[in-house]
């Protein structure tokens, strides 16, 4: 069974950093696509950025610059770094990951339906 698990959320001031981390396990698929997607209030749910098993990435221009996804094999865990953030980066942020057929959300290239449960960010100016 594929868990999925956030950690990293928090409150921060506008300008500062946070790191979010998702600890992935049960996952049995050497291809994949992992992504971050986030979702304010009163908002759907976007895409931010994604990584693929080949290293490819790609990101939301709102993000572009500011935002760095990456993954560390050896640990099962991908991250998400986002620095300069702003106030209208606060949202719910979800890991997610591909090879559920069941999946119904595709975003750049990669149709996600594993989920995490979210971890919350806020950016006060």
């Known amino acids: 069974q594929v868990q999925l698990v956030e950690s990293g959320g928090g409150s921060v001031q506008s300008g500062g950093s946070l790191r979010l981390s998702c600890a992935a396990s049960g996952y049995p698929y050497s291809s994949y696509c992992m992504g971050w997607f986030r979702q304010a209030p009163g908002k759907e749910r976007e895409g931010v950025a994604r990584i693929t098993s080949t290293g490819s990435t790609s990101y939301a221009d709102s993000v572009m610059g500011r935002f760095t996804i990456s993954q560390d094999n050896a640990k099962n865990t991908l991250y998400l770094q986002m620095n300069s953030l702003k106030p209208e980066d606060t949202a719910m942020y979800y890991c997610?990951?591909?090879?559920?057929?069941?999946?119904?959300?595709?975003?750049?290239?990669?149709?996600?339906?594993?989920w995490g449960q979210g971890t919350q960010v806020t950016v006060s100016s």
């Open positions: 997610a990951a591909n090879g559920d057929p069941s999946g119904r959300t595709w975003y750049r290239g990669c149709r996600f339906g594993y």
